[in-house]
């Protein structure tokens, strides 16, 4: 994949309230670390009139209230946060989320291995092997897409969906992987479990991944998800973080 | 003291509705909250509580009665056939409804959305910190779903009502644009000078497949320059996108956080209640504006917002609003900013 960083961020409007800040027009680690340096840079200058933030691959969208906050304000406040550029990116936690790819858990395994012409077993250990970070959530509520697989993982997406995810899935497809907190149909492969709730209402935070996060994986075998899960739904975190200097 | 508000028939749509979900964009979680977001507040306010919650109906209709004590409910959205018994009321209006009564709303001579604000609060929990329902993540409202007949909601902390109907005013709701205005971007490099001069000169007709999520729009196709594929990027409320078959998708109030289509243009804040309001066979028209143009409609609609409702007595009907507030004869003036 060519890496497609503009020389220049572009300043795209979204109506009079939303701004799209455009690094590039791919999916690429160093596009995707601009997007994140620029979002935590916004969110510490605390903006009077900056109400959200949504990373993506490849742009961050900036939700503002235009009768606090001019354009002109907001792309000048903006500029010279992205002159300092994405050497100002690191990732503030590092995730080890516990995985189970066991066939009987990860539903798919066994396919998207027939697919890249490798054993079940060989699927997992290079999963499990990656570094990644969290680009984005999109789709559906927690639905964290993960940059970081190993290239020998990349396959296309299905043709059709599959049927709903399990809770907790951990998924490959199109060059990504992803952990889905919720059911929904999809055109990724399910390759894995985990027994972390990783979106949870009644919690606080309720989502426990924040974009920029580093993610690692840490393969367990069936009994221990299914004892880590019954930790988990008493209201444990099972995932273990840790801060980053 | 508490009362039950009970669903005797819903059409399909109807759901609990605040301003929306706000601060978990980034996390993929819809704001959902109300397709006319005017009409909410005209409903909020007159019932003296802007924060609050209301239950949104659509063409489907509804009916409610209350159980165990009176209910004040303001209303306020499309023009409706606002019946309470056999009493017609006016579209938009507060009244006390008492245990045997019925309140029934069907479809009117023109709008796609009423809200229904009770004069208390919702006995619902707070999900991520909002009452707005988003039925395709079960999140919000009454247990994450639509309303049907037989539901029941407490309703708490109860507000005195008006004893007698009486009309809302609010001036904002009257103030529908003749064209939808839209400010092009953020992919309008991604068509021709042709297609956008296309998408606004255009007659679009609103599509029967159109629901909370998205508006979908017939008319001439939108030929991409480079492709309909775009890698996701952000998606605002009113963003007209045009997928693979060149036939426009403006995303609603349930829209998902980002997308991988391109996207031509995006209505503005001011105008995105009127396009709600438009039914499956409607027409519409957009036109382009520049961002200073599209934030004084938004200034406009905000200070005319928190100028606030009045409530005024049926008896007075026949004269117009104007009229009443040039000649100062309306009371009980509720503005957005004493209610918050």
């Not at chain 2, 349930?254 to 209505?267: E, F, H, L, M, S």
Request: aromatic share 8%.
């Amino acid at each position: 994949m060519t890496q497609m960083l503009y020389d220049a961020p572009r300043y795209l409007d979204a109506g009079e309230a939303a701004l799209s800040v455009e690094f590039g027009d791919s999916v690429a680690p160093e596009i995707n670390a601009h997007v994140l340096a620029l979002g935590a840079a916004l969110r510490d200058a605390k903006l009077p009139g900056v109400e959200e933030l949504v990373p993506t691959y490849r742009s961050l969208m900036i939700h503002y209230e235009p009768l606090t906050i001019s354009r002109a304000e907001l792309v000048k406040t903006l500029e010279l946060l992205a002159f300092q550029g994405a050497s100002g990116f690191a990732p503030r936690a590092r995730w080890r989320i516990p995985c189970c790819y066991d066939p009987a858990l990860g539903e798919d395994i066994a396919e998207a291995a027939r697919i890249l012409e490798m054993s079940p077993e060989r699927l997992g250990a290079l999963h499990v092997s990656g570094c990644y970070r969290a680009y984005m959530y999109g789709f559906a509520p927690g639905w964290c897409y993960l940059g970081g697989l190993p290239p020998t993982l990349a396959l296309p997406r299905r043709a059709s969906p599959r049927g709903a995810t399990p809770p907790g899935a951990v998924l490959i497809g199109g060059g990504l992987s992803l952990i889905a907190a919720n059911s929904m149909p999809t055109g990724w492969y399910v390759i894995g479990r985990t027994p972390e709730r990783l979106f949870a209402l009644e919690r606080d935070p309720p989502l426990l991944i924040e974009p920029g996060d580093a993610i690692s994986f840490e393969s367990i075998d069936a009994a221990s998800f299914f004892a880590l899960e019954a930790r988990a739904l008493r209201g444990e975190v099972v995932a273990k973080r840790e801060v980053l200097p | 003291m508490s009362a039950l508000l009970r669903v005797l028939k819903a059409g399909p749509g109807a759901t609990v509705q605040d301003i929306g979900r706000r601060g978990f964009l980034r996390f993929g979680v819809t704001p959902a909250g109300p397709m006319d977001a005017g009409a909410l507040m005209a409903a909020l306010l007159a019932a003296g509580d802007a924060q609050g919650a209301a239950v949104e109906a659509s063409l489907g209709g509804m009916e409610l009665a209350a159980e165990g004590g009176e209910i004040g409910i303001a209303i306020a959205g499309g023009a409706f056939d606002v019946r309470l018994d056999e009493r017609v009321l006016p579209a938009t209006c507060a009244l006390n409804l008492v245990p045997g009564a019925r309140l029934a709303l069907r479809a009117g001579a023109a709008g796609a959305f009423v809200y229904l604000a009770p004069f208390g609060r919702f006995d619902l929990p707070l999900v991520l910190g909002s009452y707005a329902t988003h039925a395709r993540s079960g999140l919000g409202g009454l247990e994450g779903r639509m309303l049907r007949a037989g539901d029941a909601i407490k309703i708490v902390d109860p507000r005195p009502a008006p004893a007698e109907p009486m009309a809302i005013i609010a001036p904002w709701l009257a103030a529908r644009p003749a064209k939808i205005r839209v400010m092009l971007g953020p992919q309008q490099d991604y068509f021709s000078p042709a297609t956008i001069e296309a998408l606004l000169s255009a007659r679009w007709r609103l599509s029967e497949r159109s629901d909370r999520m998205a508006y979908r729009l017939e008319g001439p196709v939108l030929q991409h320059l480079r492709g309909h594929d775009i890698v996701s990027d952000g998606v605002a409320f009113g963003a007209i996108q045009a997928p693979g078959d060149g036939a426009p998708l403006v995303l609603m109030a349930d829209r998902q956080p980002t997308g991988g289509y391109p996207k031509i243009a995006n209505v503005i804040g001011a105008d995105l209640g009127a396009l709600a309001q438009l039914r499956p066979g409607d027409f519409v028209a957009f036109e382009s504006v520049s961002w200073e143009e599209a934030v004084a409609a938004r200034r406009a609609r905000q200070q005319a917002i928190e100028a606030g409702v009045t409530l005024e007595p049926l008896l007075r009907k026949e004269f117009s609003a104007e009229f009443l507030l040039a000649q100062n004869l309306v009371g009980g003036v509720v503005s957005a900013r004493e209610a918050r």
